[in-house]
């Protein structure tokens, strides 16, 4: 990919399907090249998840596997997940959510996001996280 796609990119979620093996070594790749055009000020890479989609079919990955692709990509961490049942998929966003917010606090981006353009919501982790769901959902349009 070229460095444009990568750009301002604060974290990354990279997937793969645990059905079709040969998307993980894709999903190495891209990681070892996201590493390649994109670090955080420190020298370190932006935070990223590997993860595991279509866990609501029968498969054979382990979640000691995953970590292990997770550690030998560089990720900071694995997630499973099902897109079709929504299995995970709040976990994996709550994580990399709170990681994006930590290295932006901690002022670890080149350019951060609430400098780029007036049409920045800003994002936190609540305290709180006995919130009712039903308030979120009553927000939303549509």
């Not at 059905?19 to 932006?46: F, H, M, V, Y």
């Amino acid at each position: 990919m070229t460095r444009v796609y990568y750009r301002d990119s604060h974290g990354a979620i990279i997937v793969y399907d645990v059905k079709r093996q040969e998307t993980l070594s894709g999903a190495l790749r891209w990681k070892k090249d996201l590493d390649s055009k994109l670090l955080l000020d420190n020298g370190q890479p932006i935070p990223s998840v590997l993860v595991a989609n279509k866990c609501d079919l029968d498969n054979n990955v382990t979640e000691q596997e995953l970590a292990q692709y997770a550690k030998q990509g560089g990720f900071s961490t694995s997630f499973k997940i099902s897109a079709k049942t929504g299995q995970g998929v709040d976990t994996t966003l709550d994580y990399l959510i709170r990681n994006v917010l930590t290295a932006e606090k901690d002022g670890l981006y080149m350019m951060p996001m609430f400098q780029r353009d007036n049409n920045v919501r800003r994002l936190s982790c609540e305290e709180n996280e006995g919130r009712k769901r039903k308030s979120i959902v009553k927000n939303m349009c549509c």
